[in-house]
């Protein structure tokens, strides 16, 4: 069932959407995304979920890098999974693209070996991260692996666009220090980590790894 509820588009505004890859690929998301696959250890036989997959980048990168795993890719924008659904279409890659919210995922309990998800975290409203982030752990096997890439990292930004414009925003707030690895202690997940660092021209990027479980 679609989305009743409103949410941020990937963009930011509907209207932007055609704009998002080609704006994507100019500040370097592609290599961000890179190494959040090359992080996520993928294996032959793998069910990965990519959470909020907005058009499909990550998902076909996924695909294309590791033919063997079966990839999903959820969003609640219809515009921008109808763009997704093309991309995979030009490119030949079978993806299972799906309508759906974060914290109402459309699947059983357990389903997936990894859950990868790039920039929607600072989309989300505060009240909603958490519940996200427990449904993620729901729907993840037990020795299931959730790989998270957003803006934030160790130490607040001291300057740039990033500190200017979004850091102190309820959209960022939580990113820095502690904020992100805390959050996902609450949602239940273990050992959730900082596995490494990286920059965008909009500012700092933190890679996090946590497990569904103990």
Not at 103 to 124: E, I, N
Not at 171 to 190: H, V, Y
Request: proline letters at 7%; glycine letters at 12%.
């Amino acid at each position: 069932m679609p989305p009743r509820r409103s949410y941020l588009p990937a963009a930011g505004h509907a209207w932007l959407l055609p704009l998002y890859d080609p704006i994507d690929r100019l500040l370097g998301g592609d290599g961000a995304r890179r190494t959040l696959v090359e992080q996520a250890a993928l294996r032959p036989g793998h069910r990965v979920l990519d959470l909020g997959c907005g058009t499909g980048s990550l998902a076909l990168m996924i695909k294309r890098q590791h033919p063997g795993v079966e990839v999903v890719g959820v969003d609640p924008d219809p515009a921008a999974l109808e763009r997704a659904r093309r991309k995979a279409t030009r490119a030949g890659l079978a993806l299972r693209l799906d309508q759906g919210l974060g914290d109402t995922l459309p699947y059983q309990d357990g389903a997936f070996d990894r859950v990868l998800s790039a920039f929607v975290l600072h989309h989300l409203p505060d009240g909603e991260k958490e519940p996200t982030l427990r449904e993620v752990r729901r729907v993840l096997a037990s020795d299931g692996i959730l790989h998270l890439l957003d803006f934030g990292g160790p130490e607040a930004p001291r300057r740039g666009f990033l500190t200017r414009h979004l850091h102190g925003s309820h959209r960022l707030r939580d990113n820095f220090g502690e904020g992100i690895p805390a959050l996902l202690r609450r949602a239940g997940f273990a050992d959730p980590q900082l596995v490494s660092q990286g920059r965008l021209l909009f500012g700092q990027l933190g890679y996090y790894r946590a497990s569904a479980s103990g």
